[in-house]
Nanobody
Framework: QVQLVESGGGSVQAGGSLRLSCAAS?????????MAWFRQAPGKEREWVAS????????YYADSVKGRFTISRDNAKNMVFLQMNSLKPEDAAMYYC????????????????????WGQGTQVTVSS
């Protein structure tokens, strides 16, 4: 059974930083999949935050996080990361790691329905 396990969430003050990690296990062909981070705040829909392509070089970001967040991946360790700097109260949410199907390219403004596997989420709280 495929598992995506997020870690690194927590509570920070506005302007602070967090680094989220996601470890994938039993996920065949990890290095052929687009990996992404989504987030969901209470009462809101799940929204795409960032994606990193299988090549580990091509990245995409939501406008709301561009310049503040950095997504990366380590294909040797089946992990994906999200470095979040200059956090704002509006960044507070549950953050989810997601894996796409093999060979599906990443895309900007991606949708949850395009991702096959999901983690349980890690909570990020930002106080003003």
């Amino acid at each position: 059974q495929v598992q995506l396990v997020e870690s690194g969430g927590g509570s920070v003050q506005a302007g602070g930083s967090l680094r989220l990690s996601c470890a994938a296990s039993r996920l065949f062909y990890y290095d052929r999949r687009c990996m992404a981070w989504f987030r969901q705040a209470p009462g809101k829909e799940r929204e795409w935050v960032a994606s990193v392509a299988a090549d580990a070089y091509t990245t995409y970001y939501a406008d709301s996080v561009k310049g503040r967040f950095t997504i990366s991946r380590d294909n040797a360790k089946n992990m994906v990361f999200l470095q979040m700097n200059s956090l704002k109260p509006e960044d507070a949410a549950m953050y989810y790691c997601a894996a796409g199907p093999q060979w599906r390219a990443c895309a900007a403004d991606d949708l949850p329905k395009n991702f096959r596997y999901w983690g349980q989420g890690t909570q990020v709280t930002v106080s003003s």
